[in-house]
C-alpha cells in the first residue's frame, strides 16, 4: 500500500510539499504522481517519495501509484488516496510604533509600544535598535540605554495563520541629549565663623543652578556661592541644562570650632554636667585627655572622646576643688597634633 500526506495547510505563493509512505514496497519501489489526475513525473514512475508543487491552489488533487519491487509480492500496483491542501490567503498586517519622547535626556526612561493592525490574537513582536534585535517580550519597550542617532523600528509577526512578518514603516531616530558634569571640592574643613567659596567644575549648557539647603550662602542661584554655614553641613547642587537635563551633585563643608573644655562640673548624679569631657559638639580626635589634683598625681586619663572623668579614683570619689587637665588632640585645620592644658573645678 502507498498514502500520501502533505502540511495540513500552505500559505498563497508557498510551495507544497508532497510525501508517499509504503508498506511493503520493497527495496526500491518506483512512484508515479499525478496532480489532478496526470502524471507528474516520467516514464513509468521514479524513485522520488515526494512532490514539490509550486504555488498550488486549493482545487488540486495529489494522488501516488507505487509499484512495489518486494519479492513475492501479489500485486505490486498500489494506488494512494486522493488529498488536496488548503492553500491560505496571505492576511493584511500592519504594525506603527508610538513613542513616548523622542527628544530626551541621557538617562530618561523612553517607551515604546507597538500598535497592530490585523495582529490577530497573540502577534509577536520584535524591537530592534539600529538594526539589532534587542527585545521580543511583547508590544512595549523601554530602556534609558539609547544614544544620540539610535534608530528603534519594531516588526511584528501576526497570529493569523500565514502572517508575514511586516516592518513598522516609520523608525523612530532619537534625539538624546548629553547629561551635565559637577565636579565638586573634595568634602572641606573649616573654622567657625569663617566661609568658603564653593567653585564646582561643571560641563554643559547650564541655565540654572540651584543651592540647598540655602542657610548659610549669601546667593543659592549662581554657581560659586559663598558658604558661611555656623555648623557642618552638606550642600547639594542641582544644575540643569538648556535641553531641561538635570545633574545632582554634593559637597560637604565641616565647621570646625576649637576644642573649649568645661570649666566646672559637678558629678552629683543628677544627669547634668556629670562628666568632664570634651563636649559632643566639638568633632576631635583625641589622642589623650588627662586630669591632675594638686598634688601633681593623676586621677584620669583616657584616648576616648567619648569618656569623660566622673569625679572618682579607683572608685573613691575625690575632693571638690580646682583640678589640672591637659589634652593632646588632632587639629583638622593645621593637619597637626596640638597641645592644650588648662584647670577645671570640680563642685560637690
Known amino acids: ?54 504555488a498550488p491552489a486549493s482545487t488540486d488533487v495529489v494522488s501516488c501509484v507505487m ?131 564653593l567653585a564646582p567644575v561643571l560641563s554643559g549648557d547650564i541655565t540654572q543652578y540651584q543651592w540647598s539647603p540655602v542657610v548659610g550662602l549669601n546667593d543659592p542661584t549662581v554657581a560659586g556661592p559663598l558658604a558661611r554655614p555656623v555648623s557642618t553641613t552638606t550642600y547639594q547642587l542641582e544644575v540643569v541644562t538648556a535641553e531641561g537635563c538635570r545633574a545632582r551633585g554634593a559637597e560637604k563643608i565641616s565647621v570646625y570650632y576649637d576644642v573649649q573644655m568645661p570649666g566646672a562640673f559637678s558629678p552629683n548624679g543628677d544627669g547634668h554636667n556629670d562628666l568632664f569631657r570634651v563636649p559632643p559638639s566639638i568633632p576631635v580626635n583625641v589622642r589623650r585627655l588627662a586630669v591632675y589634683n594638686r598634688q601633681g598625681a593623676m586621677v584620669f586619663e583616657t584616648a576616648d572622646v567619648s569618656r569623660g572623668w566622673d569625679g572618682r579614683l579607683g572608685g573613691n570619689t575625690q575632693p571638690a576643688g580646682v583640678y589640672v587637665w591637659l589634652i593632646e588632640y588632632d587639629n583638622p585645620l593645621t593637619k597637626r597634633v596640638e597641645m592644650k592644658k588648662g584647670t577645671v573645678i570640680l563642685v560637690r
Open 1 to 54: 500500500s502507498v498514502t500520501v500526506s502533505s502540511s495540513p495547510y500552505v500559505c498563497a505563493g508557498n510551495v507544497a510539499v508532497f510525501t508517499a509512505s509504503t508498506v511493503d514496497g520493497g527495496t526500491t519501489p518506483l512512484y508515479q504522481w499525478k496532480l489532478n489526475g496526470g502524471n507528474v513525473s516520467t516514464g513509468v514512475g521514479s524513485g522520488d517519495t515526494t512532490l514539490t508543487i509550486t
Open 67 to 197: 509499484t512495489s519491487n518486494a519479492a513475492c509480492v501479489i500485486n505490486p500496483v498500489a494506488v494512494s488516496n486522493n488529498l488536496s491542501v488548503p492553500v491560505i490567503p496571505i492576511p493584511v498586517t500592519g504594525v506603527d510604533i508610538a513613542v513616548s519622547a523622542d527628544h530626551v535626556c541621557a538617562d530618561s526612561l523612553v517607551s515604546f509600544t507597538a500598535l497592530p493592525f490585523n495582529g490577530g490574537a497573540t502577534p509577536f513582536f520584535e524591537w530592534m535598535v539600529n538594526g539589532v534585535v534587542v527585545d521580543s517580550t511583547g508590544p512595549f519597550y523601554a530602556t534609558r540605554l539609547l544614544a544620540d542617532g539610535d534608530i528603534v523600528s519594531c516588526v511584528m509577526t501576526g497570529g493569523l495563520t500565514c502572517s508575514p512578518p511586516v516592518v513598522a514603516p516609520e523608525m523612530i531616530q532619537m534625539t538624546v541629549y548629553p547629561l551635565p558634569t559637577i565636579l565638586l571640592t573634595p568634602d572641606t574643613i573649616i573654622a567657625g565663623g569663617t566661609g568658603i567659596q
